[in-house]
């Protein structure tokens, strides 16, 4: 069993920036594709970025594009979330997610392990 903790969310103003760390357990963890999502009040979880095991590979959905950049280091068994240039539409529970043995995915059901999210709120 994988157990995956967020933390580094928090209020921020429009234009600023925040850094997300995922940090999970386990020997393994350089063999997990790893993921963050969002939920904002009322609306579907939605994908945000996502990185290979290597690091080598990253994705990102077009609304984050050139703003949120997703890191790992894999000798500290944990993955970031850099998030620049922020808007409110970015406010929303983050979730980081890890994938065991696949490749990464924009697909939240193709992921194993699941943390309890971190909230992130960007004022106007």
């Known amino acids: 069993q994988v157990q995956v903790v967020e933390s580094g969310g928090g209020l921020v103003q429009a234009g600023g920036s925040l850094r997300l760390s995922c940090s999970a357990s386990g020997r393994t963890f350089s063999r997990y594709a790893m993921a963050w999502f969002r939920q904002a009040p009322g609306k579907e979880r939605e994908f945000v970025a996502a990185?290979?095991?290597?690091?080598?590979?990253?994705y990102y959905a077009d609304s984050v594009k050139g703003r949120f950049t997703i890191s790992r280091d894999n000798a500290r068994n944990t993955v970031y979330l850099q998030m620049n240039s922020l808007k409110p539409e970015d406010t929303a529970d983050y979730y980081c997610?890890?994938?065991?043995?696949?490749?990464?995915?924009?697909?939240?059901?193709?992921?194993?392990?699941w943390g309890q999210g971190t909230q992130v709120t960007v004022s106007s």
């Open positions: 997610a890890a994938r065991n043995g696949g490749s990464y995915s924009a697909r939240a059901p193709l992921y194993d392990y």
């Open positions: 990185i290979s095991a290597s690091g080598l590979n990253t």
